[in-house]
Nanobody, 127 residues
C-alpha cells in the first residue's frame, strides 16, 4: 500500500503562484511514476502533469504548459507541482497519483492508469 498526502493548496490572486507537494509513504522502495490531476466543481477529473520514475520525462496538459512545472525528489519520496501565472480557471481540487510501472520513462495521462491517489488539496484563484 502507498499513502499519498498533498499539501500547499490555498487561495491566491490571479497571476500568483503556489507550490503543491505530494508526500508518499508505504511501498516507496520502488519509486512510482507520478501524476497530478484536478477536478473543478461540476466537471470531470482532468490530467494536469506527469513525471516518470526517474524524473527524466515530464508531460503537461496544454492548459498548463509553460506555467506549471512538475518535479520530484526521490530521496524524499515527494513530488511537487509549481504553479505560476495562475488563472481563475485553475481553481480546482488537485490530486496526486502514483503508478507502479516497470518502465523508467513511462508516464500516464489517464486517471485509470494510476493505482493510488491522495485526498486532494484545494486551489482557489481569485480574479
Amino acid at each position: 500500500q502507498v499513502q499519498l498526502v498533498e499539501s500547499g493548496g490555498g487561495l491566491v490572486q490571479a497571476g500568483g503562484s503556489l507550490r503543491l507537494s505530494c508526500a508518499a509513504s508505504g511501498r516507496t522502495f520502488r519509486s512510482p511514476a507520478m501524476g497530478w490531476f484536478r477536478q473543478a466543481p461540476g466537471k470531470e477529473r482532468e490530467f494536469v502533469a506527469a513525471i516518470s520514475r526517474t524524473g527524466a520525462i515530464t508531460y503537461y496538459a496544454d492548459s498548463v504548459k509553460g506555467r506549471f512545472t512538475i518535479s520530484r525528489d526521490n530521496a524524499e519520496n515527494t513530488v511537487y507541482l509549481q504553479m505560476n501565472s495562475l488563472k481563475p480557471e485553475d481553481t480546482a481540487v488537485y490530486y496526486c497519483a502514483a503508478a507502479f510501472t516497470s518502465g523508467y520513462n513511462w508516464i500516464g495521462r489517464s486517471s485509470t492508469e494510476y493505482d493510488y491517489w491522495g485526498q486532494g488539496t484545494q486551489v482557489t484563484v481569485s480574479s
